[in-house]
């Protein structure tokens, strides 16, 4: 049989071989990491055999499926664990998931999280004795049976939901078995490095009408050093959440009068306001206009766009002298009217609109997270309409803003290519040749990408922008979107060189995501030490008595004259204790004034994050910061 690798690489073989087997004769190191098989696109276990021709790829931690398997048999550890420990306990399920895995039991008897270390104490029991994990199958009957003899009623129901037919596969190990797909580990003893990490509740199927059950949440990683960094990055994220930092900080609160939205505070402002700034300064470089469209707008629009079909139960929607309107959830479909308020010619082509629209959406409250979801945000939209033969030109154009923004604060990207979902509008044609143009524009600005099958919009291929954060967590913010729908549905023209009328292709685009969303995540990016040119205040004059008063006016002022944004602290402290408050506000410079300083018409610099000052003039001192500002270091 023959056998191709991931890497093209076609391995004969003279009779039948388990995945395991084939990987060890690729090499014992990957024999060694293998968690997992991708046979045909298929996930399998290690002691799965290939008897036929394929393609094979072992899959190792570095692979998200590997993870997978190697996590899931975590989960098992821990179920194991705990029917050891709490044998009158029910089994529900227990998945992995993005950063470790879960399970779901019924207890009889409830527990807290003081009962986890003991939990994880016998988990670190089942992985020394280095349990044989198995695979089995039954008919539905023997499966029933066996269920049914352990009181596994959850299992019972799980089966019972199967479709008939369907095989029905166990995995055991030792004295515990489980039903479940897999794929597994061949035994308990890889996984070392695990941390049982929380406990929830949750209702059995999502569905609030069953019972409760205790979720008791876990990560796993093959080596102890990658658990105790990503431990680290959790207890870091949890000191970064910008939900604390907003109140402790004065940017923004949500009020028990509005949930969903938010109230921005007066540095909140200052914040959102330079960062609006700087995007109108980068849009107007890149060639844009910027328009404002109404927030509110009749039923006939959003018919006419398709959302009052397919997005009413997210819109708020009122009536107006007998006509229906909603509030707009999305900015598109009045940027449609702006361009069919006059004639277009293919000389006014390409033409770049931005908005930064304030959108409102129906959001779950049970969904709402801080600015990460929200019910209303200021998205900053941007619609280009297009010839076809501008397209790949103006992807081009779009990444490159993309990436001076993203560089601006430090965030890494990656790309993603979504392609044409089953449900689609338009000509195949067509889709073609804009996910090709999306590739090609990308490739040639020497960038890599990777394909998301099927999951681009309906009514075209898009490019997702996922950026990483200093604690390497990725947020998707920026996206650029190729529509060839709207401008059909709203019989967008322009006259070409030929005369006649023709369609224009759009992209829909934008790069911070929404100015709310954007806010949290760099807020959580810089834990609050935002860089000198976006902190809403950026100096603090410290007065070392109020004899120094006026010198420290004399200073204040000619900072102010400057552009900078700063403060005097007036109250009668000691010098150290004004410092610790500057410094819990975050503020990036704290200028302490003395006898010394107001003799030499100079100011003893301390930065945010260094405990030794520094002397300077107050004219270099300026002449520094607002450089420093201007190049938005």
Request: proline content about 5%.
């Given at each position: 049989m023959k056998i191709t690798l991931k890497n093209g690489e076609v391995k004969e073989f003279s009779q039948p071989l388990s995945v395991l087997e084939i990987a060890s004769s690729i090499s014992e190191g990957l024999a060694r990491n293998a968690c997992a098989g991708l046979v045909n696109g298929q996930e399998v276990d290690l002691r799965t055999?290939?008897?036929?021709?394929?393609?094979?790829?072992?899959?190792?931690?570095?692979?998200?499926?590997?993870?997978?398997?190697?996590?899931?048999?975590?989960?098992?550890?821990?179920?194991?664990?705990?029917?050891?420990?709490?044998?009158?306990?029910?089994?529900?399920?227990?998945?992995?998931?993005?950063?470790?895995?879960?399970?779901?039991?019924?207890?009889?008897?409830?527990?807290?999280?003081?009962?986890?270390?003991?939990?994880?104490?016998?988990?670190?029991?089942?992985?020394?004795?280095?349990?044989?994990?198995?695979?089995?199958?039954?008919?539905?009957?023997?499966?029933?049976?066996?269920?049914?003899?352990?009181?596994?009623?959850?299992?019972?129901?799980?089966?019972?939901?199967?479709?008939?037919?369907?095989?029905?596969?166990?995995?055991?190990?030792?004295?515990?078995?489980?039903?479940?797909?897999?794929?597994?580990?061949?035994?308990?003893?890889?996984?070392?490095?695990?941390?049982?990490?929380?406990?929830?509740?949750?209702?059995?199927?999502?569905?609030?009408?069953?019972?409760m059950l205790t979720r008791i949440y876990g990560t796993a990683?093959?080596?102890a050093a990658d658990l105790e960094d990503y431990l680290f990055k959790i207890e870091e994220a949890k000191k970064r959440d910008h939900r604390k930092l907003g109140r402790e900080l004065g940017l923004f609160t949500i009020m028990e009068e509005g949930p969903g939205f938010p109230f921005f505070l007066p540095k909140g402002m200052v914040l959102r306001n330079t960062l609006i700034d700087y995007w109108r300064q980068v849009h107007d470089r890149y060639g844009y206009v910027e328009i404002s469209t109404p927030m509110m707008l009749n039923r006939q629009l959003w018919e006419r766009s398709g959302h009052w079909n397919h997005y009413k139960e997210n819109m708020y929607t009122t009536v107006i002298d007998d006509t229906d309107f909603a509030i707009k959830p999305m900015n598109?479909?009045?940027g449609m009217l702006v361009y069919k308020a006059?004639?277009?010619?293919y000389r006014d082509l390409?033409?770049?609109?931005?908005?930064?629209?304030?959108?409102?959406?129906?959001?779950?409250?049970?969904?709402?997270?801080?600015?990460?979801?929200?019910?209303?945000?200021?998205?900053?939209?941007?619609?280009?309409?297009?010839?076809?033969?501008?397209m790949k030109d103006e992807i081009k154009n779009v990444v490159r803003l993309f990436d001076e923004v993203y560089s601006t604060f430090g965030l890494s990207y990656k790309i993603e290519v979504s392609t044409m979902p089953e449900s689609h509008m338009g000509d195949e044609k067509d889709w073609d040749f804009a996910t090709e143009t999306l590739k090609t524009a990308v490739s040639e600005m020497g960038k890599d990408y990777v394909i998301n099958e099927g999951d681009g919009a309906f009514y075209g291929?898009?490019?997702?922008?996922?950026?990483?954060?200093?604690?390497?967590?990725?947020?998707?913010?920026?996206t650029i979107q190729l529509d060839m729908q709207l401008p059909e549905r709203f019989e967008l023209e322009y006259t070409g060189a030929d005369g006649e009328k023709h369609r224009p292709v759009m992209i829909h685009r934008v790069v911070l995501g929404s100015i709310e969303r954007f806010i949290g995540v760099i807020t959580e990016h810089y834990a609050g030490k935002f860089p000198t040119w976006l902190a809403p205040m950026q100096v603090k004059l410290l007065p070392i008595s109020d004899k120094f008063l006026p010198y420290a006016e004399d200073v204040y002022r000619h900072l102010k004259a400057a552009g900078v944004r700063c403060e005097i602290d007036r109250r009668a402290e000691k010098i150290g204790y004004k410092i610790r408050e500057a410094q819990l506000e975050k503020v990036p410079y704290m200028l302490i004034l003395g006898a010394q300083e107001e003799e030499n018409h100079s100011v003893s610099v301390r930065p945010r994050d260094q405990a030794e000052n520094k002397t300077l003039s107050a004219e270099e001192f300026i002449s520094q910061i607002t450089k420093e500002i201007a190049d938005k270091k």
């Open positions: 055999v290939v008897s036929e021709d394929c393609q094979l790829a072992v899959l190792t931690f570095e692979d998200e499926s590997g993870r997978g398997a190697f996590r899931h048999t975590a989960a098992h550890i821990l179920a194991q664990a705990v029917k050891r420990l709490y044998p009158q306990t029910k089994l529900a399920i227990g998945p992995s998931i993005a950063d470790g895995f879960y399970y779901d039991f019924d207890f009889a008897s409830p527990i807290t999280v003081e009962d986890l270390p003991t939990i994880e104490a016998e988990m670190k029991k089942i992985v020394k004795e280095n349990l044989d994990i198995t695979r089995f199958t039954l008919s539905r009957p023997e499966a029933l049976a066996l269920m049914n003899e352990k009181g596994e009623s959850y299992k019972v129901e799980l089966i019972e939901a199967l479709p008939e037919g369907e095989e029905i596969s166990f995995y055991q190990q030792g004295d515990y078995v489980d039903l479940c797909a897999g794929p597994h580990l061949m035994s308990t003893k890889p996984v070392k490095a695990f941390k049982l990490t929380s406990l929830a509740g949750a209702y059995w199927h999502g569905d609030e009408k069953n019972k990683f093959t080596k598109c479909p009045g006059e004639p277009r010619s390409p033409m770049r609109v931005g908005e930064l629209g304030l959108v409102h959406r129906h959001e779950l409250s049970g969904a709402l997270h801080g600015l990460f979801r929200v019910r209303c945000f200021t998205q900053d939209d941007a619609h280009i309409f297009m010839t076809w033969d501008q291929p898009k490019l997702d922008f996922h950026l990483a954060d200093s604690l390497g967590r990725t947020w998707q913010c920026g």
